[in-house]
């Protein structure tokens, strides 16, 4: 039982479990298909039982199996409540605060960090650039910068701004006729990517990027036009905009923590002076600096 109850058993138990393979659960947990393999053997060697029935297309759980990957989910769970409580009873601002944002936003983020180490050099700040929702609720992350209509729900959010959203090209372009670059199927969250979908023919598009950007490079280099946010395609000389900014695409600027974490000294610091600092560009996000 010792090695079931092991956080590293939990999390490949709960991964086999919402995956349904071994190497999809093992990418999941950053260990290679061999070690996940002898670690499930080792787990069910020392239970004495089979959790999970292999089959060429996925591993099956076992009625164990499937207790196990509840309990695992549940204690996972709790561990990362526990963590999350205790992380709130910081009183002082030091310590680490890890930040998620989208590439879109380290032009800005990266100043406005290297200026609040100035301010807290106690706090040290890890950023981890992804195009995707982390679940804060697990502890991905302490605070997130996303753009979206509206926020999460369960999440203490703040809303910096307006996301203006428009069409950019290298040089003059027809949106009725001039090929397109599209966000892929990772980014169908954004509005930019059902505005397409809903408006731009498939054979258009000659290219699909999971980053926007990708997007901006690709179409700075002349492959066709990209939606673009406002800061994002304003402050690249080589693209000019195709069109005002798309009400279908408009979003805000949210910033993200977690209900446990929102009184610990250095997350509501950092809340605090990036909520600041981000609204003087209000101008750039909202497509009124150009």
């Known amino acids: 039982m010792q090695s079931l109850l092991a956080p590293d058993a939990l999390h ?27 670690r499930l053997g080792t787990i069910e060697r020392r239970l004495g039982v089979r959790l ?46 890890r930040v998620t944002l989208p590439d879109t936003l380290l032009d800005i ?8 180490a100035t301010v807290f050099p106690e706090i040290a700040i890890e950023l ?9 609720a697990k502890r991905d992350a302490d605070v997130a910068l996303r753009a979206a209509a ?44 059902r505005w397409i ?16 950007n990708a997007l901006r490079l690709a179409a700075g280099a002349g492959l066709g036009i990209a939606a673009l946010p406002c800061f994002v395609g304003d402050r690249d000389a080589r693209l000019v905009r195709c069109t005002k900014p ?10 993200l923590t977690h209900p446990d974490l929102r009184r610990t000294a250095r997350v509501r610091a950092f809340v605090d002076f990036a909520g600041r600092e981000l609204a003087t560009h209000k101008a750039a996000f909202e497509g009124s600096a150009a």
């Open 12 to 38: 490949l138990l709960r991964e086999i479990g919402r995956a349904g393979t071994l190497a999809a659960a093992a990418r999941a947990i950053g260990i290679d298909h061999s070690s996940a393999y002898r």
């Open 109 to 116: 983020m990266v100043p406005l960090v290297a200026k609040f």
């Open 52 to 97: 999970f029935e292999r089959a060429r297309d996925g591993y099956a759980p076992t009625a164990a199996g499937e207790l196990a990957i509840s309990t695992a989910g549940r204690v996972l769970e709790e561990l990362a409540t526990l963590d999350r409580q205790l992380a709130g009873r910081d009183l002082l601002p030091r310590g680490t605060v």
């Open 197 to 212: 979908a809903q408006h731009v023919a498939a054979e258009r598009i000659v290219l699909r990027a999971n980053s926007l």
């Open 150 to 193: 509206t926020p999460p729900d369960g999440l203490v959010a703040r809303r910096i701004c307006g996301i203006a959203t428009a069409l950019y090209a290298a040089g003059a372009a027809d949106p009725a006729a001039s090929p397109f670059v599209a966000p892929d199927d990772t980014l169908a969250h954004l509005a930019s990517a």
């Open 246 to 255: 798309i009400p279908e695409m408009a979003s805000s600027l949210w910033l």
């Open 128 to 136: 981890a650039t992804a195009n995707a929702f982390f679940t804060l």
